[in-house]
């Protein structure tokens, strides 16, 4: 699965996360992957629609010279373990259909995706689509900074410490665990709250959370906005890339001072 190096026959396929939105937290070997392939394949969220991830990497890559496939992920949320929308299934195959016809060609396909692309990434969308039509295509996983990552950075933070215990949530998770995670866990990462901020509030209110969470909407994009006090996030229309992390320790740093001899 990492072999880098494809067969005559097929071209090879490169899932490439490209961090969170600063250009610059993008890795050497992304660029270098990106640089290399000649077509890329980029997620939209409708179709002919902008793709966040080829934003970011063309400000390290160019794109020009290069062929894009410009493939349509629709948001609609997946639950795993339940039967996939039949329009999802359609989009998904059509998008692995495209690809395939450049690898069938022996050309290298890059898709670039936000983030990482191990972590609720449409890249695993595609790449089962592809394999049970290809399986012989050599695929490479290039992993990226995580926006929960570039969320605690931004704040001179952890995300976990000594024995936290760290839960990441998805924007798909609706049910009543919510609440036993936030009271029973020592750190929460919830990704895209931004339909359910004002939810979220009240809940982290009720639990006396509220003072350890804060809120990143378009980490490392223009117009990042931090709300270290989410209650000044209520009632904002937030963008679809906000984080937020929440921490119920505090680092204990030892005030006790050992006398040295001299």
């Known amino acids: 699965m990492s072999n880098e190096h494809p067969?005559?026959?097929?071209?090879?396929?490169?899932?490439?996360?490209?961090?969170?939105g600063d250009p610059e937290l993008m890795t050497y070997k992304a660029?270098?992957?990106?640089?290399?392939?000649r077509v890329w394949a980029v997620p939209t969220a409708k179709n002919n629609g902008l793709s966040s991830a080829q934003e970011i990497?063309?400000?390290?890559?160019?794109a020009k010279e290069r062929t894009i496939l410009s493939l349509c992920f629709p948001m609609k949320k997946v639950y795993l373990g339940q039967e996939t929308d039949d329009q999802l299934l359609t989009a998904?195959?059509?998008?692995?259909?495209?690809?395939?016809?450049?690898?069938?060609?022996?050309?290298?396909?890059?898709?670039p995706t936000l983030g990482d692309a191990t972590l609720?990434?449409?890249a695993f969308y595609l790449?089962?689509?592809?394999?049970?039509?290809?399986p012989q295509t050599p695929v490479t996983v290039v992993p990226g900074i995580t926006a929960m990552a570039a969320c605690a950075a931004s704040q001179s933070?952890?995300?976990?410490?000594?024995?936290?215990?760290?839960?990441v949530v998805p924007e798909a998770f609706e049910d009543e665990r919510l609440r036993d995670i936030l009271t029973t866990l020592d750190a929460v990462v919830l990704m895209k709250v931004h339909k359910r901020i004002d939810v979220l509030i009240d809940l982290l209110e009720e639990l006396g959370m509220c003072d350890r969470a804060v809120l990143?909407?378009?980490?490392?994009?223009?117009?990042?906005?931090?709300?270290?006090?989410?209650?000044?996030?209520?009632?904002?229309?937030?963008?679809y890339f906000s984080t937020m992390v929440i921490r119920k320790k505090k680092v204990q740093v030892s005030n006790e001072i050992d006398a040295i001899a001299v």
């Not at 990497?57 to 160019?62: H, L």
């Open 92 to 111: 998904w195959r059509r998008s692995a259909d495209e690809v395939i016809l450049h690898l069938d060609r022996g050309e290298d396909v890059a898709f």
């Open 7 to 20: 067969t005559p026959s097929t071209g090879h396929l490169y899932l490439v996360g490209v961090g969170p």
């Open 57 to 62: 990497a063309e400000q390290m890559v160019p």
């Open 120 to 122: 609720y990434s449409t």
């Open 31 to 37: 660029v270098r992957i990106l640089s290399e392939s």
């Open 157 to 167: 933070s952890p995300l976990a410490l000594g024995n936290d215990v760290l839960a």
């Open 216 to 239: 990143t909407e378009r980490s490392g994009l223009p117009g990042e906005r931090v709300f270290t006090d989410i209650r000044q996030a209520r009632g904002h229309k937030l963008h």
């Open 127 to 134: 790449l089962p689509m592809i394999q049970e039509l290809r």
